[in-house]
């Protein structure tokens, strides 16, 4: 029975075993967030010289499990001027790409389990950079709708500005990880953490590091640059009309985007798996790295005040994307010579 | 096995592609065009051109059609029947349109079915990665690729030359 | 990773281009630093073009195929080069009376008319459908922002909108064409697909023929042939002046260029597929345009439907699809630039700001007041309309001729029949001007530089007209 059951699933392992992978993957980027979530309450606290959720459980570990309970159970109220349709869509678009993004990320070298060797990512596409790039850029699309669907002039506001921001910052972000493209010569992030094996790119390349860091704190939203959702101006931006799970969702999204570009700093500039000679598995020094950037996310936070609308596109504009540029050309040359 | 995945992606572009043109709110029409830019991203990938693929996702569902939303939300519009109330029918044309137009995709069927499918034509290994597009397009088409520039550029400049702010 | 080869580039083929491009920026850069006066930028997208026009004769042993062969230099593009280059300069001495007079002051145009000459250089130049594709893409581009460029002007913001408009959609047939002859040949090189068709594998594949008719209409929008003409009425009356000449010429013999070069030149073999089509188009070209311009009260307008009825003239030439075809194209496009500039640069002297004096009846007395005027509009116009010995008449008469040697004989019986129907419109200015007294005083600015060029224009016109034979020899060469 057993044997005929493999024999018959023989020919689809490769589904198989991708299916769990993608199924794992995306279970633990969600079971990640409400812990993510609770971190950066945690750590706000201390910057800002209080204590932080420290009511329930042990350091406050059990509040992100009720505050989620509460959302699920919460009534989720839609405005009579609302396009429903397009309304339920935005949150599904903005939790889909933020995880469908993370399929490419990967977080260590193939293992073999019975005989099978498996690759620690759920797709192993050899332009997964692209890939990162095309599908957060569908994730503007879940902001957008929101804003437009709520029927609300802040939330218009907020949804248009984050469209803005996102298409201004996304040439950045380019621009800084094809410097990076040229140096190892290859799309696949798995060949780029290869080629950090001796030192890693932040070095090498540290105003494309810089450049995409910045970049990359405006793609995902996160103040200094969350001027989409700035609540002393815009409400709550395109997610004031939202509520209960779908309100929770847009959090999802923004946890996890903050997530996959921690993952693809990591990948790019710091080495991925690559411990340096620290006695540490793989894995683990690729999630440490990605967490002390998640601290760096939520320090950052904390640290600096929100800039104004304008300056933020003519910093985008006049400054950062001219700054990659330069730092393009001048990379090209050195690979040239 | 393509061919299961082929017959549900076409299939879903062309609902999409009707989608577009059947919508009566903008936004839909934009969705709809951005859901079919998609399923044709998965055609290219099935052709094993997965660069084209994600370039497809990348510059027409990610940033042309960005910007197609943002100037509908900034126009604000809505489902306005209005405007194609205006227009007055002319129902012998449209009939016979129509009619052409099906003539002529009962011809192309007609072609398309009497050819017999070959197998899937054998493709280097290298097909469709980057380095190959890359290849073609700085040796063959280099004149063309550069010449792109030069209409970007034009574009740029006549944008800038018709909204800029002040007028003198 | 062993690198990529370098790919094999011309430069000495591509020099006007490159050297129009080099302008076109220069004039940009200088503009930011020059302040009010633009007349530097005049003077360096003059030299520009000068210097394009030289360097367009750096090959010899013509024809030359570069770029894998994309592009050619060949006796048609060597010549087209020179009358973009003419007629953009022609554009540009005129535009700057006129435009000091409208109070355009934007430097972005003149460097939009040299990139839009890059546009026409390219498209003359191009054996390959994305060339021809950019070609016609950058020429578009730089002509609805020249449309458009008076903003404060409704009418020219409706010209410029409906251009761009249709032209869009134009450019859409366009690239469905070119995608599905693309399908079935294979290749969007135009020397392939000709031996393609040469073979005869793919000459009656319905895909190909489909692919040829959407050509066709998109080349047809382009040129404003009927029944692809009605944006141009409204685009001519609203674009300033200057641009409706510019427009009307350059543009058009680049888009005739390579409308020859699809056409006659990559398909002779399939001409009775395209050939019957094309035939068609002319006649309606013509017919529609001269009976739609005797309708006409506006001078601009009439100019543009009577540029509807020569752009019928001018496909007979590809539909005769021979060598004399080519080299009266050639002839007729560069006698048609004087004619039209004439024209036109006398419909601003007599113009004045904000589109007045536009109507025919301005024009009724001038012979009074300023006979000379009025003598060489009447030359223009008669010698649109083909008389003896004028230009237009030597062009049409090559044409013609060409077409009567492949045996289109009810064709030119028609469109000799068109051209005494267009001396009706032509003659009728002409009876304004010197049999109508004057409806109100003239007052004319007789600026220097406009002069200057209704004086290269009538020169042109009076030579070609009586010495045509060293243009012609040139032109068949």
Same mark, same amino acid.
């Given at each position: ?19 769990? #992978? ?47 309970? #509460? ?40 293992? @073999? ?83 950090? &094996? ?140 | ?89 002319? @129902? ?77 | ?103 355009? #002051? ?30 016609? &893409? ?19 913001? &409706? ?62 929008? #382009? ?42 030149? @990559? ?211």
């Amino acid at each position: 029975m057993i044997d005929n059951t493999i024999e018959f699933l023989e020919p689809y392992t490769y589904l198989i075993i991708g299916s769990i #992978k993608a199924l794992v993957i995306a279970g633990a980027l969600m079971g990640v967030v409400p812990g993510l979530v609770w971190l950066e309450r945690r750590l706000m606290g201390r910057f800002q010289v209080r204590l932080g959720p420290n009511r329930v459980g042990p350091f406050g570990l059990g509040q992100p499990i009720s505050d989620s309970i #509460k959302l699920l159970f919460k009534e989720s109220i839609i405005q009579s001027s609302a396009d429903k349709f397009l309304f339920h869509l935005a949150p599904a678009i903005v939790v889909f790409t933020s995880i469908v993004a993370f399929a490419v990320i990967p977080f260590g070298e193939p293992i @073999t389990i019975f005989g099978q060797k498996i690759g620690l990512l759920v797709a192993d596409v050899n332009i997964g950079l692209l890939f990162v790039f095309a599908i957060s850029g569908m994730g503007i699309y879940g902001i957008v709708l929101a804003g437009f669907s709520s029927n609300n002039k802040y939330s218009l506001m907020g949804g248009l500005r984050s469209s803005a921001q996102m298409i201004s910052y996304e040439l950045t972000l380019g621009l800084a990880a094809v410097s990076v493209i040229a140096i190892t010569g290859s799309l696949s992030l798995t060949d780029m953490v290869k080629g950090q &094996e001796v030192i890693p790119n932040i070095l090498i390349q540290p105003l494309a590091f810089l450049l995409f860091f910045t970049a990359g704190v405006a793609e995902t939203n996160r103040a200094p640059f969350d001027l989409p959702e700035a609540e002393q101006e815009l409400v709550a931006g395109f997610h004031t009309e939202y509520s209960g799970m779908k309100f929770a969702m847009f959090f999802m999204g923004e946890y996890i985007n903050m997530v996959t570009m921690s993952a693809l700093i990591t990948l790019l500039f710091l080495g991925g798996w690559n411990a340096y000679g620290l006695p540490l598995w793989p894995i683990l020094a690729f999630a440490g790295k990605v967490a002390v950037l998640l601290c760096v996310f939520i320090w950052l936070r904390s640290t600096y005040p929100r800039i104004r609308y304008d300056r933020l596109m003519t910093f985008g504009w006049k400054f950062l994307l001219p700054l990659s540029l330069f730092n393009l050309l001048v990379t090209s040359v050195f690979v040239v010579l | 096995m393509e061919l299961l995945i082929f017959y549900p992606l076409a299939g879903l572009c062309v609902i999409f592609a009707l989608g577009v043109v059947f919508n009566k709110n903008p936004i839909g029409s934009a969705m709809s065009l951005i859901a079919m830019m998609l399923g044709l991203a998965g055609i290219f990938v099935l052709q094993q051109a997965h660069f084209i693929a994600i370039l497809q996702i990348i510059i027409y569902a990610g940033a042309i059609m960005v910007l197609f939303m943002f100037v509908i939300m900034l126009l604000n519009l809505k489902g306005d029947d209005a405007v194609w109330k205006k227009r007055e029918k002319n @129902t012998l044309l449209t009939v016979l349109t129509g009619l052409l137009i099906a003539g002529v995709l009962y011809k192309v069927l007609e072609i398309t079915s009497a050819g017999e499918f070959d197998s899937p034509a054998h493709v280097l290994e290298t097909f469709g990665t980057v380095r190959e597009v890359g290849t073609i397009l700085f040796t063959e088409f280099v004149l063309p690729f550069e010449v792109a520039s030069i209409l970007l550029l034009v574009a740029m400049i006549g944008a800038v030359v018709l909204a800029k702010s002040k007028v003198d | 990773m062993e690198p990529i080869p370098a790919p094999s580039i011309d430069l000495v083929s591509l020099a006007p281009v490159l050297v129009l491009t080099v302008f076109g920026i220069m004039v940009l850069v200088t503009d930011l630093f020059i302040g009010k006066n633009k007349s530097a930028l005049v003077f360096i997208s003059l030299t520009g073009l000068l210097m394009a026009a030289i360097s367009s004769l750096a090959k010899y042993d013509l024809p030359v195929y570069s770029f894998n062969g994309a592009y050619i230099v060949d006796h048609l593009s060597v010549f087209f080069t020179f009358i973009f280059c003419i007629s953009s300069a022609l554009a540009i001495l005129v535009s700057i009376d006129f435009n000091q007079r409208e109070g355009i #002051k934007v430097g972005e145009y003149y460097s939009l008319i040299l990139f839009c000459t890059v546009g026409m250089v390219l498209l003359a130049s191009s054996t390959d459908m994305i060339m021809i594709f950019l070609g016609i &893409e950058i020429v578009s581009i730089c002509l609805y922002v020249l449309a458009g460029i008076r903003r404060n002007d409704p009418k020219s913001n &409706e010209a410029a909108l409906k251009y761009f408009l249709l032209g869009a959609f134009a450019t859409g047939f366009l690239l469905y064409g070119m995608a599905l002859i693309y399908g079935t040949t294979g290749s969007t090189k135009l020397t392939i697909i000709a031996e393609m068709i040469r073979e005869g594998s793919v000459r009656s594949e319905p895909l190909m023929l489909m692919g040829v008719v959407l050509l066709i209409i998109g080349f047809g929008f #382009k040129v404003a042939s009927v029944p692809f003409h009605m944006w141009a009425p409204d685009v001519y009356q609203g674009a300033p002046t200057p641009v409706t000449a510019f427009m009307a010429v350059g543009p058009k013999a680049a888009t005739l260029a390579a409308f020859f070069r699809v056409f006659a030149e @990559t398909m002779p073999e399939i001409s009775p597929s395209w050939g019957i089509l094309l035939y068609i188009l002319s006649v309606l070209s013509m017919f529609i345009g001269n009976l739609g311009a005797i309708m006409q009260t506006n001078i601009k307008r009439l100019l543009a439907f009577s540029s509807v009825a020569h752009v019928g003239y001018l496909l007979i030439a590809i539909i005769a699809k021979n060598s004399l075809g080519s080299a009266s194209l050639m002839f007729y496009m560069l006698a048609y630039a004087f004619m039209i500039f004439g024209a036109f640069g006398i419909v601003i002297l007599i113009g004045r700001k904000g589109d007045e004096n536009l109507e025919i009846e301005n024009y009724s007395g001038l012979a009074y007041k300023h006979p000379i005027l009025a003598l060489s509009m009447t030359i223009f116009l008669l010698s649109l309309g083909g008389l003896p010995p004028l230009a237009g008449f030597v062009a049409k008469f090559y044409i013609f001729s060409a077409a009567l040697k492949e045996g289109f004989v009810v064709l030119v019986i028609l469109a000799v029949l068109n051209s005494a129907i267009s001396f009706y419109y032509y003659l009728k200015v002409v009876v304004y001007m010197y049999m109508k007294e004057p409806i109100k005083e003239f007052n004319i600015t007789l600026s220097p530089m406009t002069l200057f060029v209704v004086a290269i224009a009538l020169f042109g016109t009076l030579h070609l007209g009586i010495f045509p034979g060293p243009i012609i020899a040139l032109a068949q060469y």
